[in-house]
């Protein structure tokens, strides 16, 4: 009999999610416990021997398992990565420091960019020069490549990151440097620049393939430490990584290109929010994704979440573009914030409210965990406001301390503010509601987009619990939240499509294009996708081709997508009207003017997994749980009628207030609102404005 079980794995700040699905059983079935910060496979190995064990599932009959981490990006905001050196073309080795040679706040005469990864010390230029068409102008002086690697080693460089100049035209040189690193240094890894981003804009390609070279050593030992810990588990199925788009790839791409892991963990959550779009027939949703430590707002249209081709990591100020380290890379278009369930609430010196963005994680964790924190949090609020339950938290599995809860908030916010407890509690949950609708109203508006004419989908462990206060701060007329909504970027890791993008740079006026050239390049990243999915029936690929472009001497380029088959100088005109259309759609018009093609894309994708099969939930119990006290914003405290999700009634229409209650997740929603129960048990609520 074949393999059906797979299991999705998300490590958060601080809840590790995991989800067991096996489709030959009808059998969904979630878990989440603390994350090990320490030592993050710890949670993970413990957490997947718990659901084998709560399944009846043998090692032996895992298909697969699919792991988003958030490893890349704790490591770039903490600076524990390695120690890097940068080989560049003589002449060019201070390319980070220019960077676009603009300042990203001018009004503040203090802003300082984010801290280089490879300081001036530890950057080298070494003679040898590529024209911009890919003619060679000058050979490479191997014997300076090698004093260079030698001189760094001798600093105690880690890994090493090469960039040369124009090596997206011609990568000769760059392949050259690094089969010298290997005979100088065989242990020292490398990164080219033109194998982790073969793109036009030398600042942003140097800067992705430094940030590849600061993580890489890190991941590989962590995803060789878990395929280990895997296989001594009895679990010999292929391990596969989310990437920052929403894809899945294999281990060793992982291990080679870390850096496309930096929006991992967040991007299954949109994907899992997608999905369930599509599901229930929302066209237009805003992912709302709400865990211990961050909060991820994203926009998910016609059921899919919008991508975008740059990135910025490790902004000094969040709304700030330009403050962070640009990085060359397929992510999902989303913003995050520092709100979470762990952020931490304290009057700051003005004596005014602050939540986040310092977080107790899950180590030592809010108050109510009773893990050693002692910090009042959003999630010790939400206790006190009736969102959650002392003892039903996790199933039972942790009591949460109300008691300690009560006094901790007392002393640092209630007691300092003048405040009674639940008007403490409150005021918490204001000003984190407060941020999140500022962020969202940010994205959405950077679109073009109303947030009243979307519905929000709300998941992860404190999204939900959070949700009816956001869509009333955003006027937003309908929220919607899963079944698992603790667990559902897990899901969206089960959910997610094998995936490769591949770029290559060949600017070029649309009326000139070498369409011969062109070709060759699709050639190539179909052959390089094609190795790396390794498909095993190929008429089950898709494909999509597309172009960034732009009217010549414009900086900004949009993606637009290719007509399919081979292309030549006959279809000028077609790429060129679909320019037009893409042009309009996003600035409203479309001018008369040469166009300008900057670089080709092409995207490899497998089918991605259908999760539409019923879930196992343990039944048995009262759909009701009786009342209890919720304060809910702009009511104040109020009798809510707790119902327990497993039990619930396919069809059911409830009235709030009203708390629902699951495992991993809780939710609350006032007296206005009106909540239907699907098939699958999502919730559909309409919230009156």
Known sequence: MSRTVRIGVDVGGTFTDLLLHDPRRGMTWPGKLPTTPHAPNEAITAGIARLLEETSTAPGDVAGIVHGTTLVTNTLLERTGAVVGLLTTSGFSDVLEMGRETRFDTTDLLARPAQLLVPRHLRRGVPGRIAADGRELEPLDETAVRTAVEDLVGQGVEALAVALLHSYRNAEHEHRV???????????????????????????????????????????????????????????????????????????DAKEFPVRLLESGPAAGAI????????????????????????????????????????????????????????????????????????????????????????????????????????????????????????????????????????????DVAGPLGLDLTDAAAGIVDVVTGSMAAAARMHLSEQGKDPAEFALLAFGGAGPAHAYGLAKALKMP???????????????????????????????????????????????????????????????????????????????????????????????????????????????????????VVNWRLSMQLPDHDMATEGTYARGEEVSRGVRSVHFPGHGLLEATVWNRYELTPGTDLAGPAVFEEREASCAFGPECRIRVTDDLTLVVEVGQ
């Open 478 to 596: 309908r929220v919607i939240v899963p079944m698992r909504a603790g667990v559902m970027a897990a899901c969206g890791l089960l959910a997610a499509a094998p995936t490769v993008d591949e770029v290559r740079s060949l600017p070029s006026p649309l009326a000139d294009v070498d369409w011969d050239q062109v070709a060759a390049l699709y050639d190539e990243m179909l052959t390089r996708a094609t190795g790396t999915l390794q498909p095993e029936d190929p008429t089950l690929v898709r494909i999509r081709r597309s172009a960034e472009m732009r009217y010549l001497g414009q900086g900004f380029a949009i993606e637009v997508d290719l007509p399919g088959g081979d292309l030549g100088p006959a279809d000028v005109g077609r790429v060129r009207t679909a320019f037009e259309a893409m042009y309009r759609t996003v600035f409203g018009r479309f001018l008369d003017g040469a166009v300008e």
């Open 178 to 252: 690094r089969d010298l690193v290997t005979q100088v240094c065989p242990d020292l890894p490398v990164t080219v620049s033109s194998a982790v981003a073969p793109v036009i804009g030398e600042y942003e390609r140097t800067g992705t393939a430094c940030l590849n070279a600061y993580v890489q050593p890190l991941m590989s030992r962590y995803l060789d430490d878990l395929r280990a810990d895997l296989a001594a588990m009895g679990i010999d199925a292929p391990l596969r990584i989310m990437l920052s788009g929403g894809g899945v790839t294999t281990l060793e």
């Open 272 to 411: 899992a929010a997608a999905a369930a779009a599509r599901t229930l027939g929302e066209r237009d949703v805003v992912s709302f994704d709400m865990g211990g430590t961050t909060a991820k707002i994203a926009v998910v249209q016609e059921g899919r979440p919008r991508l975008k081709h740059d990135f910025e990591a490790g902004r000094v100020d969040t709304f700030k573009p330009g403050s962070g380290l640009p990085v060359r890379l397929t992510v999902v278009d989303m913003i995050e914030i520092g709100s979470g369930g762990g952020s931490i609430a304290a009057p700051d010196a003005l004596g005014l409210l602050k939540v986040g963005p310092r977080s107790a994680g899950s180590v030592p964790g809010p108050v109510a965990y009773g893990r050693g924190g002692e910090r009042p949090t959003v999630t010790d609020a939400d206790l006190v406001l009736g969102y959650l339950d002392a003892e039903s938290f996790l199933g039972g599995e942790m009591r949460l301390r109300t008691a300690e809860v009560h006094k901790a908030l007392t002393r």
